[in-house]
């Protein structure tokens, strides 16, 4: 399979750090000249998770960028999920950690960076078992988790109480443990589980999904588990998940039970290009718009969108296109981030203890 | 002393050899105190392996009488904090740089190997097999850099003699001595001169045990800023003297314009002095030199064929030796310089008591001999009796473990050569210096990889390999690289490997699913069903259910699939009327329509659309609906995964299709099907292990008053 090559290679610079990285997002900037990020560090050698702000400098004196370390904040297990508000005034992160607990951080980006746990859930009963996945609503009022418990928890910050409460949305016991979750608009959230499922969670029509999508489709293939869904904001109607097997589709709520594989297992009708053959650990939508101007995909057309793979693949899929590979890495990449004020600017999480961050030209 | 690891990663019990099996010298047990926090006394002991190199050690308490004392404790006792000069985290930035260049070398072999069985004639080791071995070796030559750049000075200092690099560290020193020996085959005519430039990095190395010429000239680079008139002081001239020994030419020049006699002021009294310093600098900046490329600034006149070299190595000497009998040195009226300028003289002669006495340790007299003395040595055979005849005019007291290696190398010596790899760098090092070392030798190679039954009938190369990657499965980090060394052992690679899969944890996705990774890229097909199975029985007890059969299902295991039907059915036949339905939606989904990968329960999937079809009647009452109804519940009852405990509930639901108005809705054959099953019913309770449905007590009286009153009808209408 010939990928297609990018026009102009973009430049990567790999900065080996000397802990496992489990989480990196891009922090939306204050002001003009730094810019931030947050990164999840686990310590394997002394068993210790930390939260860390770093400063990146892309371009010092023009060689590889350098990242100084502001400040970090030590939560009570190792993260599971994090991630970003990006329309606030001041930056606030939602991590969830593997011993069921959720923390609200607002690091104070002005004042080199300080963070400080604005709120935490962590009372018996939140989540049985570990926190598999928590999505910040834009704005930054309110988060959802899900966990492989199957319990879908809202838990809403307004106000300055330190101990959050938290509303139980439903609880599945067990019987459907969910993985991934995003919010689609105030009241609207998906979530994804095992063999492919997606669900639509609406607030206003509460005691379970609204809408469900079977993952049974890829018939006689194995099934997989959603590891990540993105949903774009001017598609609501959109939900679109990665999972193992290297699958990537797209569900469409107007059109119920028929996904549209962008890459992967597929239905096994038409060739899909098969980009990766392992686990799809996240996906994006790829703000970042190349020669094709944005304005004339249609509403039926799937937006370019980023993954990046357990076999170190880091790539751009359009629909109806060869995927453009950006990284091809000897080993996973775990996680990565599309800076929302600079979209040419990628941050990566290396499983060899290493943060790559890619600037395309 | 080993340090407990909860206080402090990185103490150190036995040095760098403390991971490998082979104990380098038995120094007798040594004994360290363990504070276990105890009161009372230690009834029971147990040791168990933790992570990576930490001992777990459990110490149980004797029962005693006083009450708050704790029961025992567990205290992790770290071993062997590794080398001291690389860290454990650039160890493992080491140990992940090294996959891809090993691995890439591995496939080159297989390649060449089955090209050079198809066609005989032609030689395995051709031009494009040097190309491979160098570039495996600069790849990883490249990871053992520091990885911050030397920060450059912008202003050159005049008084700033020593350059200072980027920190050298034994471990990139050996490795550049095999690549030197090893990889570079065809340069072996300037290997003298590889030596200077690579004694030039390194010599700072051996300062920590032995005096060295970079010491000294450390020590002289701090008196120097307080130093007026450099020339009075014995010691300028001294590490002169000793830096052109071992031929850092830069230096020595550097030095040399830090003389007195350059300054302007005293230009014109001390000229003659200024003349023969000058000229000593010029005849040491001109010196020829045999090697196939110089950096771009460096000294000396360079020649890459040996007749060059000797006519311009005569001629340079003849222009000394016309300066050391010339009659300036009667007019040089400065004593210093007079006898400082002579004797470098005497050293660039090749005087082998001048050598002898400006150098610290035999590798640095070997470095002098070699360049003003012998400087034609070619040939290992050669250069090893040269080091032997040095090593006996300076002996030394202890050994540095670089000396050893080189020792080792040039005596041709390949034992020699990977126990001091061992000893002195670890299992990480011999894997990969193997590489190098079979490249080009017949003699290596079949050491190496003859089969030994004293080691269980593999070759020492596979010992080796097996060893580094039960290193690497160790910690919890780098397991996932040892499967590329396992693979390369052939004979019980696939074996450990297979293991070390099995004992990976699953209770988290993204372990579990690398491991089902590692075992889809290496087909190990039974070790991923394995997997899965134990990850769907782990979730499953711990409550996950919908986790736990879909791992299950993944594993195909319809037996535990079974099994694990038979408890949700007793959670079934409680909640499935409620309203809670809605749970067990989202799991019937998940078992999908496919029965085979369902086990028994895709009963669960056919109760549902059961229930579905009833609450359509229960809403329309139409006919049509009714119909439906009855035939999910007829191949409900006929299918033998439905359980008899269902039998009468499912009945009950139905009462309502049974007694149905307009007519009846099940024919004759239907309605005895359905009697049959309540025969079966009233024998099954009879036995203990039946499970009475939580139904009231009349319910199986009106099924079977049902069941009759349409049969009669069914009759009637047939």
């Known amino acids: ?361 | 002393m080993p340090g407990v690891s909860s206080a402090s990663g990185g103490s150190s019990a036995s040095g760098g050899g403390a991971l490998v099996p082979i104990s380098p010298e038995s120094q007798g047990a040594a004994v360290y105190p363990l504070n276990h926090g105890l009161k009372s006394p230690i009834s029971r002991l147990s040791i168990s392996w933790s992570r990576g190199n930490s001992l777990r050690v459990s110490f149980f308490a004797a029962p005693s009488s006083v009450e708050d004392d704790a029961g025992g404790t567990v205290v992790e006792v770290k071993l062997g904090g590794g080398d001291g000069e690389i860290s454990d985290a650039h160890w493992r930035r080491i140990a992940y740089g090294s996959v891809s260049p090993f691995a890439l070398l591995q496939s080159r072999k297989n390649a060449i190997s089955s090209l050079s069985k198809m066609s005989t004639n032609s030689s395995p080791y051709d031009a494009d097999w040097w190309d491979y071995i160098m570039e495996y070796s600069k790849d990883i030559n490249a990871l053992l850099s520091s990885q911050k750049p030397a920060s450059v000075p912008v202003i050159d200092d005049p008084k700033s003699v020593i350059v200072k690099g980027e920190e050298p560290t034994n471990l990139k020193a050996a490795w550049e001595l095999l690549e030197m020996f090893y990889a570079e085959k065809p340069s072996h005519l300037c290997l003298p001169e590889r030596l200077v430039d690579w004694l030039a990095d390194f010599d700072s190395l051996f300062s920590g045990t032995h005096p060295t010429v970079h010491s000294k000239l450390v020590d002289f680079q701090k008196e120097l800023v307080n130093l007026q008139v450099v020339e009075d002081n014995p010691k300028y001239w001294e590490v002169m003297s000793s830096a052109l020994a071992v031929g850092w030419l830069d230096i020595v020049v550097k030095m040399l314009r830090l003389h007195g006699s350059y300054q302007l002021d005293q230009l014109s009294n001390r000229e003659t002095e200024n003349g023969l310093v000058e000229a000593v600098a010029v005849l040491i900046s001109k010196m020829p030199r045999m090697r196939l490329d110089q950096e771009a600034g460096k000294l000396g006149e360079c020649f890459k064929a040996k007749p060059d070299f000797v006519k311009a190595r005569e001629k340079w000497r003849a222009q000394i030796n016309k300066l050391d009998s010339s009659a300036f040195w009667f007019q040089c009226a400065h004593l210093q310089t007079r006898e400082g300028l002579r004797s470098m003289l005497q050293i660039m002669l090749g005087n082998a008591n001048s050598l002898c006495s400006a150098t610290c340790h035999w590798i640095e007299l070997y470095i002098s001999h070699l360049l003003y003395i012998r400087p034609f040595t070619v040939g290992l055979e050669s250069m090893y009796s040269l080091a032997q005849k040095i090593i006996q005019l300076k002996p030394m007291a202890s050994a540095h473990r670089l000396m050893g290696l080189i020792i080792g190398i040039l005596g041709e010596n390949t034992e020699v050569v990977l126990a001091e790899c061992l000893k002195g760098f670890g299992p990480w090092m011999v894997v990969h210096a193997i590489e190098l070392l079979t490249a080009g030798s017949d003699h290596a190679e079949m050491l190496l990889l003859e089969e030994r039954p004293n080691l269980g009938g593999i070759n020492i190369e596979e010992l080796h390999r097996l060893v580094y990657a039960q290193v690497l499965s160790s910690h919890p980090l780098t397991w996932q690289i040892a499967p590329i060394y396992l693979i390369s052992c052939m004979k019980h690679g696939m074996v450990l490997l297979q293991i070390l899969l099995s004992k990976q944890p699953v209770q988290h996705n993204q372990l579990l699913l690398k491991s089902i990774e590692i075992c889809r890229l290496y087909e190990l097909h039974s070790i991923t069903a394995n997997i899965m199975k134990i990850a769907g029985v782990h979730h499953w007890k711990h409550g996950r259910k919908g986790s736990g059969v879909f791992w299950l299902q993944q594993a195909r295991d319809e037996y535990r699939l079974n099994r694990i039907a038979q408890q949700l059915f007793d959670s079934v036949g409680k909640t499935i009327s409620d309203e809670s339905f809605k749970q067990w939606e989202g799991l019937i989904q998940l078992l999908g329509s496919d029965s085979k990968t369902a086990g028994g329960l895709e009963f669960l999937h056919k109760y549902r659309d059961f229930k579905k079809s009833l609450q359509h009647v229960f809403d329309g009452k139409t006919t049509d609906a009714a119909r439906q109804a009855v035939e999910s519940l007829i191949s409900l009852m006929k299918n033998p995964s439905t359980p008899q405990r269902f039998y009468l509930p499912l009945l009950y639901d139905s009462l309502k299709l049974l007694n149905w108005k307009d007519r009846p809705l099940l024919n004759v054959s239907q309605t005895n099907l359905l009697l049959t099953k309540l025969q079966d019913l009233s024998l099954a309770r009879l036995r203990p292990d039946f499970i009475e449905s939580e139904l009231p007590p009349q319910a199986l009286n009106s099924v079977r008053l049902a069941l009759a009153t349409n049969l009669g009808r069914a009759i009637l209408e047939e």
């Open chain 1, 1 to 361: 399979m010939a990928f297609a090559a990018p026009e102009t290679p973009s430049r990567v610079h790999r900065i080996p750090q000397s802990k496992y990285i489990d989480a990196v997002r891009w922090l939306s900037p204050v002001s003009a000249l730094d810019r931030f990020a947050a990164v999840a560090y686990y310590d394997t050698d002394t068993n210790s998770p930390s939260i860390e702000i770093i400063c990146v400098d892309p371009n010092p004196q023009g060689s590889s960028p350098t990242l100084t370390p502001q400040s970090s904040w030590t939560p009570p297990s190792r993260i599971s999920s994090l991630k970003t508000a990006h329309s606030t005034h001041q930056p606030i992160l939602a991590a969830a950690t593997f011993s069921g607990s959720i923390h609200i951080l607002a690091p104070d980006l002005i004042n080199g960076g300080t963070v400080e746990s604005e709120a935490t859930v962590s009372e018996l009963g939140f989540h049985s078992g570990p926190v598999s996945a928590v999505d910040l609503r834009e704005g930054g009022t309110e988060c959802v988790s899900v966990g492989e418990d199957g319990r879908v928890n809202l838990v809403s910050f307004v106000g300055d109480s330190s101990n959050l409460n938290y509303r139980r949305i439903f609880d599945a016991n067990g019987l459907v443990g969910y993985t991934a979750v995003k919010w689609a608009s105030p009241s609207e959230f998906a979530t994804g589980g095992y063999g492919f499922g997606l669900q639509w969670w609406d607030q206003r029509r509460p005691g379970g999904p609204v809408s469900q999508f079977k993952g049974n489709w890829c018939q006689g293939k194995t099934s997989g588990i959603v590891h990540s869904i993105d949903i774009h904001p001017s598609r609501k109607h959109t939900c679109l998940a990665g999972g193992s097997s290297g699958t990537v589709f797209a569900w469409d709520l107007r059109a119920q039970q028929q996904p549209i594989v962008l890459s992967g297992a597929g239905t096994g009708e038409a060739p899909i290009s098969l980009l990766s053959e392992s686990e799809v650990w996240e996906v994006q939508y790829d703000c970042y718009t190349r020669s094709s101007n944005i304005g004339n995909i249609t509403s039926t057309r799937i937006l370019p969108i980023m993954i990046c793979s357990e076999d170190g693949i880091l790539a751009v899929i359009e629909q109806g296109e060869e995927p453009l590979e950006l990284l091809a890495e000897p080993c996973a990449i775990n996680s990565f981030d599309i800076d929302q004020q600079n979209p040419s600017d990628v941050i990566c999480s290396l499983e060899w203890e290493s943060i790559a961050i890619l600037t395309r030209s």
